[in-house]
């Protein structure tokens, strides 16, 4: 099981293991890395050497680009710092799958930590409301290099503590978009990873409940006899977790009493704030807001 540590992700303001309809994310098999806001280049996670770079056709949005590409780097372990790379069956080297990137590299061209890549770009594989990132996998080179999925399970090294953030729903809008607005609250401490807490005090990822399932921190390994046990978030159970992945209930996520597409979850390292994903909302900076979340079977409380 390949491990991301401290050094590796420090590089990025954010990431996220689940926050992402695209398959890889399903089990936390691949990460996605924000940059900073300002900077439209995509800083490369990995160093290595650039093997392929394959164009595809993406699902057609008004705001995405028309094509996406899988950009193959074979990965140095150790010119990686924050990279631990487990042994696989065919003791073939590992390679990153990239993508999001209009790449600015060849293949035979190297790459070190943190060097531009090229241009991140739009693509049909996210949603409006989610910012621009570069996507990482890690695949050994003897397996299928292109589909979509066949990446094992990403780890988080025992370097990257993430502070729990518990929450009561309330907040003043910081930040608005045509899909989603961003609040102060859950505030960052200040210092280190931190995410919003279930109710239990376990950090969440994902998209509560606009994508299938998400993920809690706290642990990397399956739970013994693959035991459910209850998430619960602002007082309502929202799902059921084996151990850190989580398949989210029948609830829905509610701004101001109305029904919005959901809480965008993510780990942050200098800012947090709740991200309610809301279209065609008319909040604007300043709202003071309440967020709550309630099961969809109850039809008097979702109005």
């Not at 590796?8 to 954010?14: A, C, D, F, K």
């Not at 056709?57 to 680009?65: F, G, L, M, Q, W």
């Not at 065609?280 to 709202?287: E, M, T």
């Amino acid at each position: 099981m390949p491990t991301l540590g401290d050094a590796l992700l420090s590089r990025y303001p954010r990431f996220s293991l689940y926050n992402s309809p695209y398959p890889a994310h399903d089990l936390g098999c691949a990460v996605d890395l924000y940059p900073d806001r300002d900077d439209d280049l995509a800083p490369s996670p990995v160093a290595g050497t650039v093997l392929d770079i394959q164009e595809r056709r993406v699902p057609e949005k008004t705001y995405a680009e028309a094509t996406d590409t899988v950009l193959l780097l074979s990965v140095e372990e150790e010119a990686t710092p924050g990279l631990t790379l487990d042994g696989n069956e065919y003791d073939e080297e590992w390679v990153a799958r990239v993508l999001h990137v209009d790449p600015a590299v060849a293949p035979g061209d190297r790459v070190e930590p943190g060097e531009p890549l090229g241009r991140l770009v739009r693509s049909g594989f996210f949603a409006p409301w989610v910012a621009n990132h570069v996507h990482l996998e890690l695949r050994h080179r003897g397996a299928n290099l292109l589909r979509a999925r066949g990446s094992p399970r990403l780890s988080l090294g025992a370097d990257v503590g993430i502070t729990p953030i518990g929450w009561d729903g309330h907040g003043t809008v910081v930040e608005v978009g045509e899909t989603y607005v961003r609040l102060d609250r859950p505030a960052h401490p200040g210092d280190g990873w931190a995410a919003l807490a279930s109710d239990e005090g376990r950090p969440l990822d994902g998209g509560l409940r606009h994508y299938a399932g998400g993920g809690r921190f706290g642990s990397n390994a399956p739970a013994a006899g693959g035991r459910e046990e209850p998430v619960t978030l602002l007082g309502q159970r929202v799902g059921v977790a084996r151990d850190r992945d989580v398949t989210w209930g029948d609830v829905a996520v509610r701004l101001d009493g109305e029904p919005v597409t959901g809480l965008s979850l993510f780990v942050g390292r200098e800012e947090l704030g709740a991200k309610v994903v809301a279209r065609g909302h008319d909040h604007a900076v300043g709202d003071e807001v309440v967020v709550d979340v309630v099961p969809t079977d109850d039809p008097a409380r979702l109005g």
